[in-house]
């Protein structure tokens, strides 16, 4: 059973940093998409970043380059999202999803979220 499991959410001051995780279970992560979303309230849901596990290729929306890093570890079967520089705006719940075929906005697998607060 395909399964993704974000972690590492929670609370962090305006300018700081958090690394979310999105475990992999039921398969393997070499030969999928794996992508980052988030959905504030009232907002549509929005993708952040996306990598293709088997050649390491990674794409970032403009909302978030230079501020998120993508990174997986396969031994892990684990994928990551460094978030610095946070600010208000990054509050949201984030999900992770997985792909056999490319990065897209309907992705076959997605996790339930883990929620990040960007609050003083």
């Known amino acids: 059973q395909v399964q993704l499991v974000e972690s590492g959410g929670g609370l962090v001051q305006p300018g700081g940093s958090l690394r979310l995780s999105c475990a992999a279970s039921g398969f393997t992560l070499d030969h999928y998409a794996i992508g980052w979303f988030r959905q504030a309230p009232g907002k549509e849901r929005e993708g952040l970043s996306c990598i293709i596990t088997s050649d390491g290729s990674t794409f970032y929306a403009s909302s978030v380059k230079g501020r998120f890093t993508i990174s997986r570890d396969n031994a892990k079967n684990t994928v990551y999202l460094q978030m610095n520089s946070l600010n208000p705006e990054d509050t949201a719940v984030y999900y992770c999803?997985?792909?056999?075929?490319?990065?897209?906005?309907?992705?076959?697998?997605w996790g339930k979220g883990t929620l990040v607060t960007v609050s003083s």
């Open positions: 999803a997985a792909d056999p075929r490319s990065c897209n906005r309907s992705m076959d697998y």
